[in-house]
């Protein structure tokens, strides 16, 4: 009897991938908070998720077989500027330096608690492989 691992793992492995995704996107946005003309970026989570879950493929299609795809058309999620809270310092910049270090650290912890849903089916798979 074989064990069908994406079945076993649930959206756990997928929503792992996207938190990454996610962690990289926001962690750029403060790299360049003070940047002039850079621009926020960010993805709704649950969009870029129910479209892992289903298998589309949302974002930019690969129209020629030597066109580089992008983490967008890999990951099924579309990237999309933030519309900023506060006006526009001057520069250009539309990165709120508080509202992305919250982002960040929201998505660190949901990545975390995610690693943790992942680890215990992998800890219960073990189990029922001894026959524990």
Do not use: C, W
């Amino acid at each position: 009897m074989s064990i069908n691992l994406d079945k076993a793992f649930g959206i756990h492995a997928q929503a792992l991938e996207l938190r990454s995704s996610r962690a990289e996107l926001l962690a750029n946005n403060l790299a360049n908070a003070d940047t002039p003309n850079f621009k926020a970026k960010d993805f709704n989570f649950q969009t870029a998720l129910e479209a892992a879950v289903k298998g589309q493929q949302a974002g930019l299609q690969q129209t020629h077989a030597r066109h580089l795809r992008t983490a967008a058309y890999d990951q099924g999620y579309r990237t999309q500027y933030r519309t900023p809270l506060q006006p526009d310092t001057g520069d250009g910049n539309t990165v709120d330096a508080d509202h992305e270090q919250t982002a960040f650290a929201q998505n660190a912890l949901e990545y975390q608690m995610s690693l943790s849903f992942l680890n215990n089916r992998i800890q219960g798979l073990l189990r029922a492989i001894r026959g524990e």
